[in-house]
C-alpha cells in the first residue's frame, strides 16, 4: 500500500463517517433521556431534500442549511409529540415519522427539482461540518458530566420517576433533547447532500440505522459512539477504495463491496450487544 493510498483511505474515513457521527450525537440526546429513536434516517433524509431544494431555489446556502435543519427539528417535535403527549410506543412512532419523511422526501423532490438543472446546488464548505463532528462528540461529553442540562438528561433516561421527584420534567427535558436530535441530524443529512452537490431520493441509504447501531457499540456515549462511527466509516472507505479491484486474482462482485460495511456492523453489533447497557429509563413514560 502507497502512502498515497493511505492517505486517501483516511480522508474517505473522514468524510464517510462525519454524517454518520453527527446522527449518532443526535441519537444520543435523544435516547439517552429515554427516546427511542429509530427515526434518525428520516430526519436526515428530509433535511437532504429540504436543504438541497431550498440552497437551489434562493441561492442561497445558509438559508438551504437552515431550512433543512428546521425540518428534521419539525420532524423531531412530532416525535416528541406522539410519545410524550400521546404516550404512543416510541418504536412504532419512529417506523411512522421514517415513513412521513420517505415519502415527503419523494414527493418535495419529484414537485419541485427540475430535472433539466445540471448546475450544483450551492454549498457551505465542507470543512465546516467535518469540524462539527471533530469537536461536537467531545463538547456534548463534558456538557453530558457538567452541564445542567446534560446531568438533567441523564437523570431522565437513568430514571424518570426519581427525576420527577427531584423537580425535574422528564417531558421537558425530552423535548429539548429531541430539538438537540433534530439539529443534529439535520446537520447530517445536509452534509450528505452538500458533499453530493445533488439531492437524489434514497440517499441517506440507511445511514441513519447504522448510526443508531454505532451509539449503541459506544454505550450510549457520546466519544466511544463516535469512534464506532468512524470505524464503521473507515468500512465505507475500504469499500470505495477496492470498489472494482481483483482480489488474489479473481473479480469480486460491486454488491459484495457494498453489502460489507452494512455487514460488518452487523457482525459487531451481535458481538457487542449483550455488553452494551441502554439507559434504565429508555421507553419508559
Known amino acids: 500500500m502507497s502512502e498515497a493510498w493511505i492517505l486517501t483511505l483516511l480522508a474517505s474515513t473522514l468524510t464517510l463517517s462525519s454524517p454518520l457521527i453527527l446522527a449518532s450525537i443526535g441519537g444520543y440526546c435523544s435516547e439517552r433521556g429515554g427516546v427511542i429513536n429509530?427515526?434518525?434516517?428520516?430526519?436526515?433524509?428530509?433535511?437532504?431534500?429540504v436543504t438541497a431544494l431550498v440552497a437551489i431555489g434562493t441561492g442561497n446556502a445558509v438559508l438551504g442549511l437552515l431550512a433543512g435543519l428546521g425540518a428534521s427539528v419539525l420532524l423531531a417535535w412530532l416525535h416528541?409529540?406522539?410519545?410524550?403527549?400521546?404516550?404512543?410506543?416510541?418504536?412504532?412512532?419512529?417506523m411512522a415519522l421514517n415513513a412521513l419523511?420517505?415519502?415527503?422526501?419523494?414527493?418535495?423532490?419529484?414537485?419541485?427539482?427540475?430535472?433539466?438543472?445540471?448546475?450544483p446546488m450551492p454549498h457551505l464548505p465542507l470543512g465546516f461540518?467535518?469540524?462539527?463532528?471533530?469537536?461536537?462528540?467531545?463538547?456534548?461529553?463534558?456538557?453530558?458530566?457538567?452541564?445542567?442540562?446534560?446531568?438533567r438528561l441523564r437523570a431522565v433516561g437513568g430514571d424518570p420517576e426519581k427525576a420527577r421527584l427531584m423537580g425535574v420534567s422528564p417531558q421537558a427535558v425530552r423535548f429539548w433533547g429531541l430539538t438537540a436530535a433534530g439539529v443534529l441530524c439535520g446537520l447530517s443529512g445536509a452534509l450528505i447532500v452538500t458533499n453530493a452537490r445533488w439531492f437524489t431520493d434514497g440517499m441517506t441509504a440507511g445511514r441513519?440505522?447504522?448510526?443508531?447501531?454505532?451509539?449503541?457499540?459506544?454505550?450510549?456515549?457520546?466519544?466511544?459512539?463516535?469512534?464506532?462511527?468512524?470505524?464503521?466509516?473507515?468500512?465505507f472507505a475500504v469499500e470505495v477504495q477496492l470498489q472494482g479491484?481483483?482480489?488474489?486474482?479473481?473479480?469480486?462482485p460491486p454488491d459484495f463491496w457494498s453489502a460489507l460495511p452494512y455487514a460488518m456492523t452487523v457482525i459487531v453489533l451481535a458481538g457487542f450487544l449483550g455488553r452494551s447497557r441502554p439507559p434504565a429509563g429508555l421507553g419508559k413514560p
Not at 429509530?38 to 431534500?49: D, P, R, T, V
Not at 416528541?80 to 419512529?94: K, N, P, R
Not at 456515549?221 to 469512534?227: E, G, K, N, Q, V
Request: proline share 5%.
Open 38 to 49: 429509530i427515526a434518525l434516517e428520516g430526519k436526515m433524509l428530509i433535511s437532504a431534500c
Open 80 to 94: 416528541w409529540l406522539l410519545t410524550q403527549a400521546y404516550q404512543i410506543d416510541h418504536i412504532v412512532s419512529g
Open 101 to 119: 419523511a420517505f415519502g415527503a422526501a419523494n414527493f418535495l423532490d419529484k414537485r419541485f427539482t427540475d430535472p433539466e438543472r445540471t448546475e
Open 129 to 151: 461540518f467535518y469540524a462539527l463532528a471533530v469537536v461536537l462528540p467531545v463538547a456534548l461529553a463534558l456538557y453530558s458530566k457538567h452541564g445542567r442540562g446534560g446531568l
Open 208 to 235: 441513519g440505522f447504522v448510526a443508531l447501531a454505532a451509539l449503541i457499540l459506544g454505550g450510549w456515549r457520546p466519544i466511544p459512539a463516535a469512534l464506532a462511527c468512524a470505524g464503521i466509516g473507515l468500512f
Open 245 to 252: 479491484t481483483p482480489i488474489l486474482g479473481m473479480r469480486v
